[in-house]
């Protein structure tokens, strides 16, 4: 499975940006999906997850009621809509898969196998 993420940019405070991951060489539809973030210096850290049908979905603290995570199976593609961006979500996106079609700890970044190359987002204030 390779994972190609994209949508990444500059925008102002306040503004939104959409994230795409496009999978290939395998579908997705079975797969629990995730998004991570890592700015400078820090960690890596948990964003968002869905499963395999979307029917769930998990968001960090720091985005819950600003970011939506969906997929479209279709397309083999996966989204993250980010509103009402901030400057601490400056950071370089990754999106992730896992062969399972929900996983027990979601935010864990060793659940998953295939990882995306990553996009940056930056915010301004």
């Known amino acids: 499975v390779q994972l190609q993420a994209s949508g ?3 925008v102002q405070a306040g503004g939104s940006l959409r994230l795409s991951c496009a999978g290939s060489g395998r579908t997705l539809s079975s797969y629990a999906m995730s998004w991570f973030h890592q ?24 985005v819950k009621g600003r970011f939506t995570i969906s997929r479209d199976n279709a397309k083999n593609t996966v989204y993250l809509q980010m509103n009402s961006l901030k400057p601490e979500d400056t950071a370089v996106y990754y999106c992730a898969a896992a062969r399972y079609r929900w996983l027990g700890s979601p935010r864990r970044d060793a659940e998953y196998e295939y990882w995306g190359q990553g996009t940056q987002v930056t915010v301004s204030s």
């Not at 890596?44 to 395999?52: D, G, K, Q």
């Open 8 to 10: 990444g940019g500059l």
């Open 39 to 62: 700015a400078p210096g820090k960690e890596r850290e948990f964003v968002a997850a869905i499963s395999w049908n979307g029917g769930i979905t998990s968001y960090a603290d720091s």
